[in-house]
């Protein structure tokens, strides 16, 4: 099985994926992990807004799945069952994965300030921690960021992230209860 996790940044969808992992065995993807491999590569700082260009112009050059592929590639090479693939920005990786059998879509819903809290708490990006609301408002209009609340929109299940994390583990449970995981 494949469950693909979308979300606003800061939503809390690798806290999701990393309880899944912890307690179900399942192995996370990430949509981004090409783009931190190259940053990192590059000894280019590994910020949102670099990590956007980056994605914007992979897309651009190589075609708008080039991020998908690479993540189908990797899951054809992966035995563990189940699988989160996290980070999905765009309606063609949703609908490249939808073909799949074994896939289910969740959506994260989280409002604006938890979501902009949570990011300059866990400093993921080396631009985390200097994150003021009018930047983290400017960055949701990047076009990597736009398609999200439509993607939120098909999800075959959502969860609302705006409580604790345990309601949060609580209703990952119950997902995977009704998902027979």
């Known amino acids: 099985m494949v469950i693909g ?35 990192a590569r590059l000894h280019q700082q590994q910020t949102r807004e670099n990590m956007q260009k980056l994605a914007q112009s992979m897309r651009a050059i190589f075609g708008d799945d080039i991020l998908a592929e690479t993540l189908l590639q990797d899951l054809a090479q992966e035995t563990t069952k189940p699988i989160v693939m996290e980070g ?9 994965l939808k073909r799949r059998p074994d896939f289910v879509f969740v959506g994260i ?30 960055q949701h209009e990047y076009k990597t960021e736009q398609f999200i609340p439509e993607l939120i929109a ?18 990952l449970d119950a997902l995977m209860t009704k998902l027979k995981v």
Do not use: C
């Open 5 to 39: 996790i979308t979300g606003l940044p800061g939503a809390g969808k690798g806290t999701a994926a990393a309880y899944l992992v912890e307690k179900y065995g399942a192995v996370t993807k990430r949509f981004s992990q090409p783009l931190w491999d190259i940053l």
């Open 88 to 96: 999905f920005r765009y309606q063609d990786e949703y609908a490249m």
């Open 109 to 138: 819903e989280t409002k604006f300030d938890a979501r902009l809290a949570r990011i300059q708490q866990r400093s993921e990006k080396d631009d985390d921690r200097t994150m003021t609301a009018e930047k983290f408002k400017l």
């Open 154 to 171: 098909k999800a075959d299940h959502r969860i609302d992230n705006n409580n604790t994390v345990e309601v949060l583990y609580s209703q």
